[in-house]
C-alpha cells in the first residue's frame, strides 16, 4: 500500500512539474510572437507592467486579487495612441463555476484622449426588441433602452453621448460586444479573452471613432488627471 501511495505522489509531481514546464513555454513562445510583431509593426512590446494606464480606473469586471498586466502593446494608430494588454487576476468560487480555472484573463485595448476625462461606463444592454435609432422613437428613449449608461459628470457625458453620437452607437454592431469607459486620460474596452494583436487593432478603430466624434469642448477646463 505505501508503494502504492508513493507512486501515486511521484505521478503527481511529475505531473505536475510537467505542467508548470508547458505553461512556461506557452508563454515564452506567445511573448516571442508578440514582441515580433510589435517590431514588425512599429509598436514596444513589455513583458508586464504595473501600471499601463497610468491613473485610469479598469471596470469593475477585471478587478480582483492578485492582479497582473502583462503583454502589453503600445503604439500608433494614425494620429492617436494604442495601448493593448491582458489583465488577469485570481478567480473566485463563484467565478470558476466548476472549471477548475484559477485564473480570469481579459484583453484591455485604451486610446488615449486629447483631454482628461470624468468617469463614463457605456455598455450595451441585452436587448428585447431591435433598437435602430430610425426615427420611430425618439433616439434619446432608444438608446436609454439599449445602453446602460454610467457618469460621475452629466456635463462630460451629455458632451460625449451627443445625439449624433447615440445614433452612431445605436447602428454600429461593434458596441454590442465593446464596452466603452472614459476615465483618467483613456478611453478603454475590455473583454474576457487573451491578447490577439489584429482583433485588438479592430476594438482601437472602434474607440477612435468614438473619440473622434466626441467634440473638443468635452475636455475644455478640465485639469484632472493630469
Keep these: 500500500m505505501e508503494g502504492a501511495l508513493s507512486l501515486v505522489a ?3 509531481v511529475v505531473v505536475s512539474a510537467g505542467v508548470i514546464t508547458v505553461a512556461a513555454h506557452f508563454r515564452m513562445d506567445r ?3 508578440l514582441r515580433a510583431w510589435a517590431h514588425a509593426n512599429g509598436w514596444h512590446y513589455t513583458d508586464h507592467h504595473p501600471r499601463p494606464l497610468e491613473d485610469t480606473v479598469l471596470p469593475r469586471a477585471v478587478h480582483g486579487q492578485h492582479a497582473r498586466s502583462q503583454h502589453v ?3 500608433r494608430r494614425g494620429a492617436h495612441l494604442v495601448t493593448a494588454f491582458e489583465h488577469s487576476h485570481t478567480a473566485t468560487a463563484a467565478d470558476r463555476r466548476g472549471n477548475g480555472r484559477s485564473r480570469l484573463t481579459y484583453r484591455i485595448v485604451a486610446v488615449r484622449t486629447p483631454g482628461p476625462n470624468a468617469e463614463l461606463e457605456i455598455r450595451r444592454r441585452v436587448e428585447l426588441r431591435p433598437a435602430t435609432g430610425d426615427g420611430v422613437e ?3 428613449t432608444v438608446f436609454d433602452a439599449a445602453f446602460q449608461t454610467t457618469g460621475s459628470d452629466a456635463t462630460f457625458t451629455h458632451a460625449v453621448l451627443d445625439q449624433a ?3 452612431w452607437l445605436l447602428a454600429d454592431s461593434r458596441s454590442r460586444s465593446l464596452p466603452v469607459r472614459f476615465s483618467g486620460d483613456h478611453v478603454l474596452t475590455w473583454a474576457p479573452m487573451r491578447l490577439d494583436p489584429a482583433r485588438a ?3 482601437a478603430d472602434y474607440l477612435i471613432e468614438l473619440v473622434d466624434r466626441v467634440p473638443s469642448t468635452a ?3 478640465r485639469t484632472t488627471g493630469r
Design 10 to 12: 511521484l505521478v503527481a
Design 31 to 33: 511573448a516571442t510572437a
Design 73 to 75: 502593446l503600445t503604439g
Design 138 to 140: 425618439p433616439v434619446d
Design 165 to 167: 453620437t447615440r445614433r
Design 201 to 203: 487593432l479592430t476594438a
Design 219 to 221: 475636455w475644455n477646463g
